[in-house]
């Protein structure tokens, strides 16, 4: 993978993560809280909540981990089988850590343990 389309990758990773962090703190204004923490009543947490909070960690926790592999050289290759990500699938996921194969591979065997 070329400089170029490396760069594009970290700029389109970065926007995700700005975005996301942006919207965190709208959250935040929403909800009457200064930086998660309330500044005049506690608001009651709700189990969606939760969860969304956790999807938005999850996803910022794998942003975050695709620009540490933009920079250790590891971008697009596959952390199960260590082939080549195909573009089309970086295009849309540009923070996957995996091939489509291996994730199938890995759901089947998630599925299975149940």
Same mark, same amino acid.
């Given at each position: *993978?070329?400089?170029?389309?490396?760069?594009? !990758?970290?700029?389109?990773?970065? =926007?995700?993560?700005?975005?996301?962090?942006?919207?965190?703190?709208?959250?935040?204004?929403?909800?009457?809280? #200064?930086?998660?923490? #309330?500044?005049? #009543? &506690?608001? &009651?947490?709700?189990? &969606?909540?939760?969860? $969304?909070?956790?999807?938005?960690?999850?996803?910022?926790?794998?942003?975050?981990? #695709?620009?540490?592999?933009?920079?250790?050289?590891?971008?697009?290759?596959?952390?199960?089988?260590?082939?080549?990500? &195909? =573009?089309?699938?970086?295009?849309?996921?540009? !923070? $996957?850590?995996?091939? =489509?194969?291996?994730?199938?591979?890995?759901?089947?065997?998630?599925? *299975?343990?149940?």
């Amino acid at each position: *993978m070329t400089n170029t389309e490396l760069e594009v !990758y970290r700029q389109q990773l970065r =926007v995700r993560q700005n975005r996301n962090i942006g919207e965190s703190h709208l959250t935040d204004k929403t909800l009457g809280t #200064a930086g998660g923490q #309330a500044s005049v #009543a &506690p608001v &009651p947490i709700r189990i &969606p909540d939760l969860a $969304t909070n956790t999807f938005e960690q999850q996803f910022m926790e794998e942003v975050t981990a #695709a620009l540490d592999r933009i920079e250790k050289g590891t971008f697009g290759c596959c952390e199960e089988c260590s082939k080549t990500i &195909p =573009v089309e699938r970086l295009e849309v996921l540009p !923070y $996957t850590r995996f091939c =489509v194969e291996c994730v199938w591979n890995l759901q089947s065997k998630k599925e *299975m343990k149940r």
